[in-house]
């Protein structure tokens, strides 16, 4: 097998077709710029290629052109493997901050992004899309096999309307009447009676963070109401939204998900 390390393969790339073994493609216009033009490849240099489904595979540039790159297939890097079923449910925050927490989140192995309008969040409209791009390229230079998910908007009643069965839910509490965030994930583990030898194995959750004013008082009864959510703390000190969502999801891995 082909060592992806090597030092000429310098590009990653999701894409959106089928990936067997010598199986010839085109690049879309914008993978082809980036490829040609920022990363500067010419034909015979080699890239690495999944989609979500197929692996990892390593292909060769057989082809430039100003609108499309030609590659083939030469062989599969990785098997497809599983990955935690792990939502962020999240208050949008302003600027560069929202674009942070896309990328860190895919970094820290999220599957499904949920933007959620609080009471008490300070932003009127996402670009779902943008968080979408965002998430693609953080998936593509981490070295995860698949790209989370990007939902649009909706409001927290919403989402707790249609909150699926089974699935659990940690709520980051900033008011501090929650248990703190790795008693209340250890306790989940032993309540589910699963090996930690096995990672992943507590079943589909959730994490759920509020905007930089925190949940109403409306919000948290609704929240406290729910059986499968959880209300925990990260700490004394009061974080930034974005640093809360990133907390709560570093303890999540390290007690249910894939870092044991």
Known sequence: MSDKSESKIRARLWVDCALTADAELALNSADS???????????GDALVLFNGQDGEWLGKITSTGKCAVGLILNEQLREQQPEPDLWLAFAPVKGARIDFVAQKATELGVSRLLPVMTERT????????????????????????VIPEVRETQT??????AWPVGRRLMFCDETLSGGPALEVL???????GASFDNAFDH??????TGPEGGFSNQEHELLRAQDYA??????????????????????WQAVLGDWR
């Open 186 to 192: 250890q306790q989940a583990a032993g309540d589910g």
């Open 203 to 208: 079943g589909p959750w959730a994490v759920l």
């Open 33 to 43: 710029h980036y490829v040609t033009t920022v990363m500067r490849l010419r034909a």
């Open 156 to 161: 927290l009643t919403e989402l707790i309307s």
């Open 230 to 251: 959880l209300a925990v703390t990260l700490g004394p000190r009061l974080l930034r939204a974005d640093t809360a969502a990133l907390a709560a999801l570093t303890l």
């Open 122 to 145: 300070n932003v009127s409209r996402v670009n779902v899309a943008r968080l979408q791009a965002n998430a693609k390229e953080a998936a593509e230079q981490c070295e995860r096999l």
